[in-house]
C-alpha cells in the first residue's frame, strides 16, 4: 500500500491513544506521508455560541495527547483545534488540503452522531472513510 495523506478526527472517543488505536491506524499513520490532526470543538451549541474556554480546553487536551502517542509511534503529525463540530471542521479542511483518507473515531456500541457523521463524509467527498472503531474497557 502506498503512503498516504492523512486526516485523524479527534473526538473524545480517544480515552488512551496508546490502547484505543488498533494495529492497522497505527501502521497507516507510521507510513503516511502528512498526517494532520483535527480536534472539533465538542460540546453544546450554547457552550459554543458563548465561547466556552473549557471546550477549548478539552479540545486541547484531546489534541495533545493523540499528537504525543502518534510522535512516540515515529510520525511527524501536525494539528489544530477547530472552533466547529466535527462535519464543519472536516468540510473547512478539506477545502484546502488532499487528503487520501479520513480516520474518524467511533466508539463500538455506534452512537447515532458517529453514524450520521460517517454516512454525510461518505456522501459529500470521495475521500476514503475509514471509521476507527475503540472498544473502552470495563473498569474493574
Not at 503516511?32 to 478539552?58: C, F, K, N, W
Not at 488540503?97 to 450520521?116: F, L, N, Q, S, Y
Request: glycine content about 4%; proline content about 5%.
Amino acid at each position: 500500500m502506498s503512503a498516504e495523506r492523512i486526516l485523524v478526527v479527534v473526538d473524545d472517543v480517544f480515552d488512551d491513544p496508546s490502547t484505543d488505536v488498533p494495529r492497522w491506524a497505527q501502521q497507516a499513520i507510521v507510513n503516511a506521508t502528512e498526517v494532520h490532526v483535527i480536534a472539533p470543538l465538542m460540546g453544546s451549541r450554547l457552550s459554543a455560541a458563548t465561547d466556552d474556554q473549557a471546550m477549548y480546553d478539552h479540545a486541547h487536551q484531546r489534541l495533545s495527547k493523540v499528537l504525543d502517542y502518534m510522535r512516540s509511534e515515529g510520525a511527524a503529525p501536525t494539528g489544530s483545534v477547530v472552533a466547529a463540530g466535527p462535519l464543519a471542521a472536516i468540510e473547512t479542511f478539506l477545502l484546502d488540503h488532499d487528503i487520501d483518507r479520513i480516520v474518524v473515531g467511533v466508539t463500538a456500541d455506534g452512537h447515532w452522531r458517529e453514524k450520521d457523521l460517517l454516512d454525510k463524509l461518505r456522501e459529500q467527498t470521495t475521500t476514503t472513510v475509514s471509521p476507527l472503531t475503540v472498544q473502552h474497557s470495563e473498569p474493574g
